[in-house]
């Protein structure tokens, strides 16, 4: 019998897939693509880190319930700490959700263009997508989105507010009236929403079926790689069931305790990113051949009339590394511009200006 070749032992829906990719970076480079914070760690903080993490016992397994951070993040958000399941980012909280709640064939919905690993991991699992396209300027389209809702009977729906990668926010009212026909669980992924300034957390307690994701990775700590997810204690219970033990290692646990205890470092960052965000989209509406579209996140959308690749290339011959979004269906020739420091900002202004007249 004749052996079966490699890849016919990987499952069809998987070798359909393109692989999550994160662009390498060089030093040289201006770094504004992945929507980092762009504020390294002050001295004294970085001095309280290091003694932190030279107590980190490496010959033991971490803390495998993330007590202490699992403590200061239920203190800040004035949540039980049975309410908080943390992950490896939120991309393995979107995988837990999906792995707890739905069976092969069920339906993921979520408005696209949006964060691309909602629809990679619901596809690995066996699940059906469904993105319901936004409007023509990426605004919520409620009707069809709730029209789609009701015919499909979603099991899972995802709201990136604001999202990734147009900016723009779903409002309170919007996520209220989509809670109300939704017959499973509401996903809202706040990740962005520190340069926002508005959350769901309030209404955690009276709608049993919203969840709330959260990352550290947006405000100055990507590095550690952790999200966290808020629900209604009883779902977070059974979450915690699927959550591989030690998922969240003893640096990064040690890191986050000290450095979620310096929230003012974070929030003065977080002031400083919307106050440039603001500059960069007043220089960029004010550019010929240039569509920017409203974020309230800490990047910006931009269309330009310029081929996109083209842009993109001139730009990274200038030294300033963007996102180049123009193979994303709705995202012909648009590039995503992460808010840096202000001199990063100001060489992306020029630079841009450069490779729109090189046109």
């Not at 590394?321 to 420091?341: E, K």
Request: glycine letters at 6%; a negative charge; charged letters at 20%.
């Amino acid at each position: 019998m004749k052996r079966p070749c490699l890849l016919d032992l990987v499952r069809p829906e998987i070798l359909s897939l393109k692989a999550y990719r994160a662009e390498e970076s060089r030093p040289d480079l201006i770094k504004l693509d992945a929507n980092e914070s762009p504020f390294p760690l002050p001295e004294d903080l970085r001095l309280e880190l290091r003694l932190a993490l030279d107590r980190v016992d490496v010959h033991r397994y971490p803390d495998p319930h993330e007590d202490r951070v699992r403590s200061i993040l239920a203190a800040q958000l004035q949540v039980v700490p049975e309410a908080l399941v943390l992950g490896n980012g939120s991309d393995e909280l979107i995988q837990l959700l999906l792995l707890a709640t739905s069976e092969p064939g069920t339906t993921v919905l979520a408005p696209i263009p949006t964060f691309s690993m909602y629809e990679l991991i619901a596809r690995v699992q066996g699940l059906r997508f469904e993105g319901v396209p936004f409007g023509a300027r990426f605004e919520p389209d409620l009707p069809r989105l709730i029209e789609t809702i009701e015919r499909l009977r979603p099991k899972v729906i995802f709201l990136a507010t604001p999202n990734n990668p147009t900016g723009g926010v779903f409002s309170e009212a919007e996520i209220f009236k989509i809670l109300a026909v939704a017959p499973g669980l509401v996903v809202v992924d706040e990740a962005y929403g520190s340069y926002a300034g508005q959350t769901m957390l309030p209404h955690l307690v009276e709608q049993e079926r919203l969840v709330i994701l959260r990352s550290l990775s947006k405000i100055g700590l990507a590095g550690l790689r952790i999200g966290y997810l808020v629900a209604h204690p009883t779902l977070a219970a059974e979450l915690e069931k699927v959550r591989l033990p030690f998922n969240l290692n003893a640096f990064s646990q040690a890191a986050a305790a000290v450095l979620l205890n310096h929230q003012e470092w974070i929030d003065t960052n977080v002031r400083e990113v919307v106050r440039e965000r603001a500059q960069v989209m007043h220089h960029l509406v004010a550019l010929p051949g240039v569509e920017a579209f409203p974020s309230a996140a800490n990047f910006v959308l931009f269309r330009t009339t310029s081929p996109g690749n083209v842009v993109f290339d001139t730009l990274l011959q200038q030294g300033v590394l963007v996102r180049n979004l123009g193979s994303v269906p709705g995202l012909h020739n648009c590039l995503r511009v992460t808010v840096g420091t202000k001199a990063e900002n100001d060489r992306f202004v020029e630079a841009l200006t450069t490779a729109l007249r090189q046109d």
